[in-house]
């Protein structure tokens, strides 16, 4: 039964059901559409996530077809959002709800924080958003949002358990749905990181770091963090006898960037060249002795806490005296193949990878 609302409860409540982005889960607010979307928006832009989605339920509309799904196609079609450790685990999660639950995804915070990759924040915006129970829920905006209305004077990296108790107090009965997407709204369109349009806010009378004008103060910012640079080197190496053909691996399950394709390579050691770690990589997992034609490109790509410079050359074989092409001995891989450009297209890819294919793709090279 819903509870009459706080003053602070119905003026956000009434704010979202007026300016709310009309996004393709908050139609029916189908709980497996819910539970991908929240998934993908973990550090991706709403715009991006959007294509995505479309994308994803074209090819899993429900749980059961996903449940059922090669993890090969299901990182394909997570390619571009980053963290594939959060497709395997969706794609596990998925399993499990088809063999344990009849296929539908619980509602009852411990079945689901027991479920892999679902923390506090998934669980809450599951069962709030996708069956509107009274369950709090704390993400990057909220915290900013609760940082500035409640004036909260230590960085939001220490107030966690602050931010959920103030999110339990605050989420009314029966109302989670409308109310924490409103936070999680307010947060992502009004109180942004820069400039927030306190103008337009409907927390505004509540505010108090509007009142106290400490807007800029707020949330406290945490020590900076540093953010490692990495050097690495691969080699696009072609087929000496099939014209066209690249040879490509699929690292190891249990690896980094487990169960992605890739060109061999790896990291440069120290006072290391680029085109050395190449040669070095390759022969260490493949077995084999390659020479570097040229370059292609650098890529650069960023994570949270580190940046990857990727140094990119095209290879050949060293010239075989018997004229036979070796099978490769995979130290690093479970499996590789010889594939002509077009199908590297069917092939899920790290970042810095997939941009060097863009740039072939492009010709620049
Ligand atoms: S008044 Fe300004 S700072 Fe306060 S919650 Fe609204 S947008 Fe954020």
Same mark, same amino acid.
């Given at each position: 039964m819903p509870s009459s609302l706080t003053p602070l409860q119905q003026a956000l409540i009434t704010w979202f059901q007026e300016k709310q982005r009309a996004l393709p889960w908050r139609q029916e607010y189908i709980p497996y559409q819910v539970w991908i979307s929240e998934i993908m928006l973990q550090q991706t832009q709403m715009e991006r996530v959007t294509l995505f989605f479309e994308h994803w339920l074209r090819e899993f509309p429900d749980i059961q077809t996903l449940a059922l799904a090669r993890e090969d196609k299901v990182l394909k079609c997570w390619e571009g959002l980053g963290y594939y450790s959060r497709a395997r685990n969706i794609l596990q999660c998925a399993r499990i709800i088809v063999r344990d639950h009849d296929g539908i995804i619980p509602s009852d915070q411990k079945s689901l924080l027991a479920l892999p990759g679902i923390g506090p924040y998934t669980a809450g915006a599951i069962a709030s958003i996708a069956y509107n129970l009274t369950v709090p829920l704390v993400d990057a905006n909220i915290g900013r949002v609760f940082a500035r209305l409640f004036d909260i004077d230590i960085p939001l990296s220490r107030a966690g358990k602050m931010l959920w108790q103030k999110a339990e107090k605050l989420v009314p009965e029966g109302r989670a749905r409308s109310f924490n997407q409103g936070l999680m709204e307010l947060g992502a369109l009004?109180?942004?990181?820069?400039?927030?349009a306190c103008g337009q806010c409907p927390l505004n009378p509540f505010c108090l770091a509007h009142r106290e004008d400490l807007i800029t103060e707020r949330?406290?910012?945490?020590k900076g963090k540093t953010i490692s640079t990495i050097e690495m080197a691969t080699g696009v190496l072609t087929h000496p006898q099939a014209n066209g053909q690249f040879f490509i691996q699929q690292r190891l399950a +249990? +690896?980094?960037?487990?169960s992605l394709w890739e060109f061999p390579g790896g990291r440069l050691k120290e006072k290391e060249q680029p085109e050395q770690a190449v040669v070095r990589d390759f022969f260490e997992e493949t077995g084999f002795t390659v020479r570097v034609d040229r370059k292609i490109t650098t890529t650069v790509h960023h994570y949270t806490r580190y940046k990857v410079i990727l140094h990119c050359f095209l290879c050949s074989l060293d010239p075989l005296e018997s004229g036979e092409i070796p099978d490769p001995i995979l130290y690093a891989a479970q499996e590789y193949r010889w594939v002509i450009f077009p199908e590297l297209a069917d092939f899920a890819f790290p970042a810095g990878h997939r941009k060097l294919i863009e740039f072939m793709k492009e010709g620049k090279e």
């Amino acid at each position: 039964m819903p509870s009459s609302l706080t003053p602070l409860q119905q003026a956000l409540i009434t704010w979202f059901q007026e300016k709310q982005r009309a996004l393709p889960w908050r139609q029916e607010y189908i709980p497996y559409q819910v539970w991908i979307s929240e998934i993908m928006l973990q550090q991706t832009q709403m715009e991006r996530v959007t294509l995505f989605f479309e994308h994803w339920l074209r090819e899993f509309p429900d749980i059961q077809t996903l449940a059922l799904a090669r993890e090969d196609k299901v990182l394909k079609c997570w390619e571009g959002l980053g963290y594939y450790s959060r497709a395997r685990n969706i794609l596990q999660c998925a399993r499990i709800i088809v063999r344990d639950h009849d296929g539908i995804i619980p509602s009852d915070q411990k079945s689901l924080l027991a479920l892999p990759g679902i923390g506090p924040y998934t669980a809450g915006a599951i069962a709030s958003i996708a069956y509107n129970l009274t369950v709090p829920l704390v993400d990057a905006n909220i915290g900013r949002v609760f940082a500035r209305l409640f004036d909260i004077d230590i960085p939001l990296s220490r107030a966690g358990k602050m931010l959920w108790q103030k999110a339990e107090k605050l989420v009314p009965e029966g109302r989670a749905r409308s109310f924490n997407q409103g936070l999680m709204e307010l947060g992502a369109l009004i109180c942004t990181p820069k400039n927030p349009a306190c103008g337009q806010c409907p927390l505004n009378p509540f505010c108090l770091a509007h009142r106290e004008d400490l807007i800029t103060e707020r949330p406290v910012p945490r020590k900076g963090k540093t953010i490692s640079t990495i050097e690495m080197a691969t080699g696009v190496l072609t087929h000496p006898q099939a014209n066209g053909q690249f040879f490509i691996q699929q690292r190891l399950a +249990d +690896d980094v960037w487990g169960s992605l394709w890739e060109f061999p390579g790896g990291r440069l050691k120290e006072k290391e060249q680029p085109e050395q770690a190449v040669v070095r990589d390759f022969f260490e997992e493949t077995g084999f002795t390659v020479r570097v034609d040229r370059k292609i490109t650098t890529t650069v790509h960023h994570y949270t806490r580190y940046k990857v410079i990727l140094h990119c050359f095209l290879c050949s074989l060293d010239p075989l005296e018997s004229g036979e092409i070796p099978d490769p001995i995979l130290y690093a891989a479970q499996e590789y193949r010889w594939v002509i450009f077009p199908e590297l297209a069917d092939f899920a890819f790290p970042a810095g990878h997939r941009k060097l294919i863009e740039f072939m793709k492009e010709g620049k090279e």
